[in-house]
């Protein structure tokens, strides 16, 4: 366990290349503000490249010397992925840390552009693109290289519903959301398996941010058009969440910290893991199943069309 980490206790990062999803906002954005306050060139991957600038201006005045590139990458979109990928590929000689941190949070049934249901294809089947995509990468820059990818705490509601994973008969915004989430660790934790059976100096790490106030719980109400459930999601994180900037320490300790080992999972440690500061937690015993891991893991190559190259684990 951990106590009172903070950024200030991150090593210098100087040449190493990090990528952010949804950088332009919320823990994104602290994630990428810390990282180049380290040194890290951060490559900010953004579903608008506009917003995107703007958090890159943002960081800048506060750090003028910040190393910061902005690129667009629309995880609903796996063309829009597959650009992004193969624009890093050309553009940066290595990647040391990719962080899955985008997504979307309950919000109404709506489909990606290739028809998969949106909690599901951003939140998991977009990161599981770009990490195939970037696998390479990962494997060729020396030493050491991390996967961490964003979960919620929200996943021990979830269930990976594989004769329904669109959501095309039954569907409920929120039990879709922790689908998401535990599909998140599922993947984290298998691709730790395979990298581990294949020799491969990546580790894969899972984290949650707690309870963090962000513009991820505003998505919903605003999109149904609920007055109601806004106010009370703001209501309710004035008084219960923690600002996205606490949100964002599990994912830079999962990052950056020497003490990780892949598999690992971090969260914050405070009261019911909502807060605090970040430590080694364990997520539910569904996320550790490989084999529903490596059911999920075919389906979301044969949905997507990205194939790592990695053998199963067993």
Known sequence: ?????????????????????????????????EFARKGAHVVMAC??????DAARDEIRAELPSASLSVHECDLADPESVREFAAEFSRTYPSLHVLCNNAGVMAIPRSETAEGFE??????????????????DDLVETGGETRVVTQSSGLHERGEIDFADLQGEERYDEWSAYAQSKLANLLFAY????????????????ACHPGWAATDLQRRGPEMTGSTLRLWAMRVANSLFAQSAERGALPMLYAATAPDIDGGDYVGPGGLMQSR????????????????????????SEELIGVRFGLDPAY
């Not at 949106?118 to 696998?135: E, K, P, R, S």
């Not at 298998?190 to 790490?205: I, N």
């Not at 997520?283 to 550790?288: G, I, L, P, T, V």
């Open 1 to 33: 366990m951990t106590t009172d980490w903070s950024t200030e206790r991150m090593q210098d990062l100087s040449g190493a290349t990090i990528v952010v999803t949804g950088a332009n906002t919320g823990l994104g954005l602290e994630a990428a503000r």
């Open 190 to 205: 298998e691709l730790d398996r395979r990298t581990r059976a294949a020799g491969l100096d990546v580790k894969s790490v």
């Open 276 to 299: 605090g500061s970040p430590e080694k937690q364990r997520s539910n015993d569904r996320s550790y199943d490989p084999e529903r891991a490596v059911r999920l893991w075919e389906r």
């Open 118 to 135: 949106t909690q599901f294809g951003v939140n998991h089947l977009g990161h599981f693109a770009l990490t195939g995509l970037l696998f």
């Open 47 to 52: 579903r608008s490249e506009r917003r995107g």
